[in-house]
Nanobody, 115 residues
Framework: QVRLVESGGGLVQPGGSLRLSCATS????????MGWYRQAPGEAREWVAS???????DYVDSVKDRFTIARNNARSTVYLQMNSLKPEDTAVYFC?????????WGQGTQVTVSS
């Protein structure tokens, strides 16, 4: 059974930082591309960042130079370090991968940026 479990969300002031984690099980983690998405209230789900099996990364323009995606293959975990957070980063953040011809999502973790 494939599972993706996010953690690390919370309430933070503008300019603050958070690190999200996504622990996976049931897949050969090291061979799969991993991604983070987010969904703000009333908005469509938006791709945020991806990391390939060899560590290449990509980001949506709005988070470049503020967010960093990383992976630890030994722990089957992907991370999203978020710095200089803005109110518009407020959303539920989801971990994603595609494996065995299917899409897999975590349950999401809430990030709220507010003073």
């Amino acid at each position: 059974q494939v599972r993706l479990v996010e953690s690390g969300g919370g309430l933070v002031q503008p300019g603050g930082s958070l690190r999200l984690s996504c622990a996976t099980s049931g897949i050969n983690f090291k061979i799969y591309r991993m991604g983070w998405y987010r969904q703000a209230p009333g908005e469509a789900r938006e791709w945020v960042a991806s990391i390939t099996s060899n560590g290449s990364t990509d980001y949506v323009d709005s988070v470049k130079d503020r967010f960093t995606i990383a992976r630890n293959n030994a722990r089957s975990t992907v991370y999203l370090q978020m710095n200089s957070l803005k109110p518009e980063d407020t959303a539920v953040y989801f971990c994603y991968t595609r494996a065995y011809g299917r899409d897999f999502w975590g349950q999401g973790t809430q990030v709220t940026v507010s003073s």
